[in-house]
């Protein structure tokens, strides 16, 4: 059974996502360890202390840099003996030599279909309000690799929904959210907990049951 920590910073409904899979046993060989959030007052932590999950707060403030607070994060989650670190809403910056030492080990649910509307400066309804500027008619969901581009890293899933003629950025985000986001984050998670994820030359490869990929 592999160990996941999910990092939040806010309301956690990604989070409470993945914590109904789990109840629900679609996450296969996978349990939520950890709950770490960079906000005190983020109400993901009180969503994980009602599924008695364990949480830890770890507040940018109290390092010196960007960097310092990577290498905290990365001695937490080694003490806590984590196999994978699920990204769902954390708002505080990771070191490159973070992403780095978790490489292939960390998961990111982002809220277009990457390559639209991503990278630096796309997230929370700033995505949505360009997809609709744009006047685009699908958009949707990926989780992804983390690695040191933002959401530059290898797909995993997708899912694609309709945008509608009266959307307001609000309405997207929520559709958006329900409809793929916390569909796709816990099936890519149950994915790479059963050992069906190999990346190879920068592309995932699912592997079907039964059989196991080659490396994380």
């Known amino acids: 059974m592999l160990k996941i920590a999910v990092l939040v910073s806010g309301g956690g409904t990604n989070l409470q996502a993945l914590i109904d899979a789990r109840e629900s046993a679609q996450i296969k060989n996978g349990n939520i360890n950890l709950v770490v959030a960079s906000r005190a007052d983020a109400y993901a932590l009180t969503r994980a ?5 364990p949480t830890r ?3 940018r403030k109290n390092f010196d840099s960007a960097e310092a607070y ?3 994060l990365a001695d937490l989650l080694q003490e806590n003996e984590i196999d994978l670190v699920v990204l769902a809403g954390f708002m505080t910056v990771i070191s490159d030599t973070f992403v780095k030492q ?8 982002h ?3 990457i390559p639209a509307f991503c990278g630096k400066g796309f997230y929370g309804l700033k995505v949505h309000e360009e997809a609709l500027a744009r006047g685009v008619k699908l958009t949707g969901a990926t989780a992804h690799f983390v690695n040191e581009i ?5 797909i995993i899933l997708q899912k694609a929904v309709t945008v509608q003629e009266n959307d307001t950025a609000e309405t997207l985000q929520k559709r958006v959210m329900q409809e793929a986001e916390w569909e796709i984050l816990p099936k890519a998670v149950s994915l790479f907990c059963e050992g069906r994820l190999s990346v190879s030359a920068g592309k995932v490869k699912i592997t079907e049951k039964g ?6």
Not at 102 to 109: D, H, L, P, S
């Open 49 to 53: 202390e009602k599924a008695n999950i």
């Open 57 to 59: 707060v770890l507040l």
């Open 70 to 72: 990577s290498e905290g």
């Open 102 to 109: 978790f490489e292939n080990r960390i998961i990111n649910i």
């Open 111 to 113: 809220p277009s279909l």
């Open 150 to 154: 933002c959401d530059g890293g290898p």
């Open 211 to 216: 059989e196991q990929a080659c490396n994380h």
